[in-house]
């Protein structure tokens, strides 16, 4: 994938859709409630249709950039609007990001994993396991990568389908009323989510390697997007509506805890631990997307490319998750994502239509 140029094989629009879904549903969501809950209680769930509503505004703004400079990525972009100069200082900061995130990624697999499946195995173990299959993600072409998370989105689709049977349990009332939570702590709680959407950029990444065209693959990322939305608007109302807002302020995980109670066709239990099993399949896309940002990004400022920059950039992750370890807990995880809030909002709302406005001025 890392290696791929434009003239290579492309992917398709359902393709795109998939990465982008995968590359956003990361693991993190699993504590997407107890964040909501925490600024808009019982009206969480409008704090998500503001992202939506944002996303898909967004999402006409990618497509706006990308129609300009249809054959170049991101970076790419970013040099031509920028300068050379001012550009390379721009795509070492946003690469660095990328790689901080992809750090704070598998810190948060490897909580997740051992709170649930593998409390006894030391961390470090736990990180090879998060990492190793992630280099080889990385390291495949574009479209065996793009084949991985067309089967991998089946893993979102059993989640919601589990949720589902939750539902006759679940008390809507406590969704209401409308209003009753102050609307500047509703859009606090919305910039406090919007960190979710973190792999947005992805997308000038991979459109130009898009086959189609810019209708098909606007289309894909705008209901890409709106998936995503839909998808964290029904896991955020079907929390707050089975566990209320006041057990949403100690259940830090409160999507782990809703599948716990879950129970399928009256024998199949434990939901918990099967999904967060198997949502290390869907998890490794967004890690490696991530890594893929960083890489491709520097790639850009160095002017060279090859496989042993990308297991540098791997083997920096790892030693960077040891470096912290010490310090892993949920508590400090949310601490993190506080400190990371201001990059992520500039990295999401800010780069897409910066360089738009720079391309527009300078013509």
């Not at 961390?123 to 479209?143: E, F, G, H, T």
């Not at 209708?215 to 109302?237: D, E, H, N, P, R």
């Amino acid at each position: 994938m890392i290696t791929m140029q434009v003239k290579d094989k492309p992917i398709s629009p359902f393709q795109l859709y998939c990465i982008i879904i995968l590359s956003i549903t990361g693991i993190m969501m699993f504590s997407l409630p107890y964040i909501a809950n925490l600024y808009g209680r019982n009206n969480a769930w409008i704090s998500v249709i503001i992202l939506l509503i944002s996303f898909q505004l967004m999402c006409f703004l990618i497509i706006a950039l990308h129609k300009r400079f249809p054959e170049k990525d991101l970076f790419a972009i970013a040099e031509i609007v920028m300068g050379k100069v001012i550009g390379k200082i721009f795509n070492t900061l946003l690469s660095l990001y990328y790689l901080f995130i992809a750090v704070y990624v598998c810190l948060y697999g490897c909580f997740l994993t051992m709170e649930w499946i593998l409390p006894l195995t030391p961390k470090p173990v736990i990180y090879l396991i998060l990492l190793i299959p992630a280099l080889y993600l990385a390291m495949a072409q574009l479209d065996a990568f793009a084949r991985y998370n067309s089967i991998a989105i089946f893993i979102t689709i059993m989640l919601i389908f589990a949720i589902c049977f939750a539902i006759p349990d679940m008390k809507f009332s406590y969704l209401l009323p409308v209003g009753q939570v102050p609307l500047a702590k509703i859009f606090k709680g919305a910039i406090h989510i919007a960190p979710i959407y973190s792999g947005v950029n992805c997308i000038l990444i991979y459109l130009p390697k898009t086959s189609g065209t810019i209708k098909a693959k606007g289309k894909a990322v705008f209901y890409s997007l709106l998936t995503i939305s839909f998808i964290y608007l029904f896991i955020v109302s079907a929390c707050l509506a089975l566990l209320g807002t006041h057990a949403l302020d100690i259940v830090i995980m409160p999507v782990l805890y809703l599948l716990k109670t879950v129970t399928i066709f009256s024998f199949f239990e434990r939901l918990d631990i099967f999904m967060i099993s198997v949502w290390l399949i869907p998890s490794l896309s967004a890690f490696v997307i991530y890594m893929h940002l960083a890489f491709t990004g520097l790639t850009q400022v160095i002017q060279k490319k090859n496989k042993m920059i990308l297991l540098s950039l791997f083997i920096f992750v790892f030693l960077g998750c040891l470096a912290t370890q010490s310090k892993l807990s949920i508590y400090a995880l949310h601490e993190g994502r506080s400190l990371m809030l201001p990059y992520n909002c500039i990295a999401m709302f800010g780069v897409t239509p910066i360089l738009l406005i720079l391309d527009i001025n300078r013509k």
